[in-house]
């Protein structure tokens, strides 16, 4: 079988034809790794993120949405940093995908960051059914693009509890040497995320009000010093559930835990004791620099609002 | 709001008067790209666009897209064209303003807000009140609409465990006055307007952050006990070193400004006494029936009134610095406090 598409989509050929692969010479490889238990895939929230945003504005009457991953192949890690959409059809066994599209976006995200190439692409489910026959038409498009594509299902259905991320190798499946249809192996997914990320989302999770998630819940920026509460109220609250845990101990409530008592001790012993005198000179020190920081900081500050005030 | 506006200058009467947002609502997903771009652009400042949408009081931004830096064959580092080579490609050309043309439309047809309502520049340590910020952010207001921001995102203290993210707006003072080119005094703390930011996501997106929170427990432990870091030494001087070269700047603006001022009291002086001859000469003129002199010939040589602007900014900036150390400084005092404590108690 073969679709034909409008101008610019790719005609995709039934698998059993399609032998031959255009490889990618300098782009690492995955298909080196026999077991795909070896490969790990990371994805960054950003692109969990895209998904979804895509998925929410996708048009009419489609039931999922594709896209292209970005990012690098280190070994047998697979890190996909970004991602964009890319737009699609599909009709019952025909699909239609927007390659000079994609091969747009390609180069201008390339003007940007030189160092992404492409990975793999993305789904969201069709119908609940993780991957579907047209899914492999669609991987096989993108093996010409890159070696050993990985392909990324989010699950959008809300059938499950959470919005699971799942990631899936393709190999060929021979019988007698000749490729019947493609096999997709499930990889393993792991979150990985900059601090910075990581830092924002906390702030997402956090500022809304009362810290707990709501639909419409919109988060705030919040100054240093909110945040910096926070914080100590977090430290206070772990200090005193580890004291609590230790006075039940002691008396005799709760059995005690020696990897836990070791692990106590341990965090106590971390806390550098010195002489007072010592300390003190330390203290007195830091805060001598901070008051006159902020001494010298509060006097420019003057000086600069009676310059506003003699107009000059 | 709309109602303290007066009546517009001529050449914007055909542009609606639009009512100023108060607030900035920004979707996760353009805060999280405006951060990994800024974080692997670093060392170096970058800026990018943001599309959205502006609606009564708030200006929603859902979406963000990085703009290639102007010179990409000096870099070496994460921008430079190393992983995908497309050299021939007639987009490696392309000016900014292209650019974004282009990734607008590529946007459009996965039905992106195809609407840009800002932009948004990468910072080092709050130092963000340049000229070149203030001619962007001007033409942006002037062409766009008057609630066009610029979204300033700082990678390096939000290294610190605080999100550093500000919104900020030319306010129409500063506006009419630039426009007109007039040098009305305006105080530098005028010149900016700063607007509060909220992230939001829709109801599928937080459920995915619900998920992440859930997953990734510790991840948010350690943004909360790197806050409580102690060291201040490295901050506070970069801090203070970055003052000291800006108040050199100000010194220096103040003592051409009483350079012009010298030159102007000595202009006014020689224009007095020509006005003075002028005014003889027309009174023997009128005397004898002649026809009097204008008397008030505007002299041609004026000197340049050295530009306003440079002083604002600097003030703007040292201002904007000085918050920033009395901030630090005060965390630092509760973190001091907080290390003390627990070395009494342990003693």
């Known amino acids: 079988m073969s679709f034909s598409g409008a101008d610019g989509a790719l005609i995709l050929n039934d698998p059993a034809t399609q032998l031959s692969r255009t490889g990618d010479a300098p782009a690492p490889t995955l298909t080196g790794y026999a077991s795909t238990n070896d490969i790990v895939v990371k994805v960054h929230p950003v692109v969990l993120f895209s998904v979804l945003d895509h998925y929410l504005r996708r048009p009419e009457g489609q039931v999922r949405v594709i896209g292209t991953l970005l990012g690098k192949v280190n070994a047998n890690v697979v890190e996909v940093t970004n991602s964009f959409a890319v737009p699609h059809q599909e009709k019952n066994d025909e699909v239609a995908v927007g390659k000079d599209f994609n091969k747009q976006m390609l180069a201008l995200s390339g003007l940007v960051n030189g160092q992404e190439r492409i990975v793999g692409w993305y789904a969201t489910t069709f119908d609940g059914a993780q991957v579907v026959d047209n899914s492999s038409l669609i991987h096989e498009f993108f093996t010409t693009e890159c070696e050993s594509p990985v392909h990324i299902v989010v699950d959008t259905s809300l059938a499950s509890d959470t919005i699971g991320c799942r990631a899936y190798i393709s190999s060929p499946l021979e019988i007698a040497g000749e490729a019947l249809a493609n096999v997709f192996h499930q990889v393993q997914v792991q979150l990985e995320s900059s601090e910075a990320e990581r830092i924002c989302i906390d702030r997402m999770v956090k500022g809304q009000a009362g810290g707990v998630l709501t639909p419409d819940g919109i988060a705030s920026v919040d100054s240093e010093a909110v945040s910096l509460e926070s914080s100590m109220t977090r430290l206070l609250a772990m200090l005193e559930a580890a004291s609590a845990f230790v006075d039940k101990v002691v008396a005799g409530e709760v059995p005690g835990d020696a990897q836990v008592g070791r692990k106590i001790a341990d965090t106590l012993a971390v806390v550098p004791r010195m002489r007072p005198e010592a300390f003190a000179k330390m203290f007195d020190g830091n805060l001598q620099d901070l008051l006159m920081v902020s001494y010298l900081s509060s006097l420019t500050r003057t000086q600069l609002a009676i310059a506003e005030k003699l107009a000059i | ?347």
């Open chain 2, 1 to 347: 709001m709309s109602g303290a506006w007066g009546a517009p200058a001529p050449e914007r009467a055909a542009m609606k008067e639009l009512p100023l947002i108060k607030e900035v609502h920004m979707d996760g997903l353009a805060v999280l790209k405006i951060i990994k771009h800024c974080t692997e652009a670093l060392p170096g400042m970058v800026a990018g666009s943001l599309l959205g949408l502006d609606q009564s009081a708030t200006l929603e931004v859902t979406h963000s897209f990085p703009l290639p830096s102007a010179k990409k064959e000096a870099d070496t580092g994460g921008e430079g064209g190393v992983g995908l080579a497309r050299p021939a490609d007639e987009l490696s050309n392309l000016s900014g303003q292209d650019y974004q043309m282009e990734m607008m439309k590529m946007l459009r047809e996965v039905n992106v807000d195809n609407n840009c309502v800002g932009w948004y520049q990468s910072m080092y340590l709050g130092s963000f009140c340049t000229q070149t910020l203030v001619d962007n952010q001007y033409t942006y207001q002037e062409n766009l609409s008057d609630n066009a921001v610029v979204v300033l995102y700082d990678p390096v203290q939000t290294a610190r465990g605080q999100l550093t993210l500000k919104a900020y707006r030319l306010s129409k003072e500063f506006m009419r006055a630039y426009r007109e080119r007039k040098s009305d005094h305006i105080k530098p703390s005028e010149i900016l307007d700063e607007l509060p930011i909220r992230i939001r996501n829709p109801g599928l997106v937080n459920a995915l952050v619900y998920d992440l929170q859930g997953r990734g427990g510790a991840g948010s432990a350690e943004c909360d006990f790197e806050r409580l870091d102690l060291s201040t030494n490295p901050y506070l001087e970069k801090n203070l070193e970055f003052l000291c070269g800006w108040v050199d700047d100000l010194a220096n603006e103040q003592w051409k400004f009483q350079a012009y001022t010298r030159t102007l009291l000595k202009q006014r002086h020689d224009a007095a006494r020509w006005a003075d001859r002028r005014k003889k000469a027309n009174d023997e003129r009128r005397a004898a029936g002649d026809e009097p002199l204008p008397d008030d010939e505007a002299h041609d040589r004026r000197p340049d009134a050295p530009n306003r602007m440079e002083s604002l900014l600097i003030s703007t900036q040292i201002s904007a610095y000085c918050s920033q150390i009395n901030r630090f400084t005060g965390s630092s005092f509760e973190k001091l406090f907080l290390a003390g404590s627990l070395q009494r108690e342990a003693t």
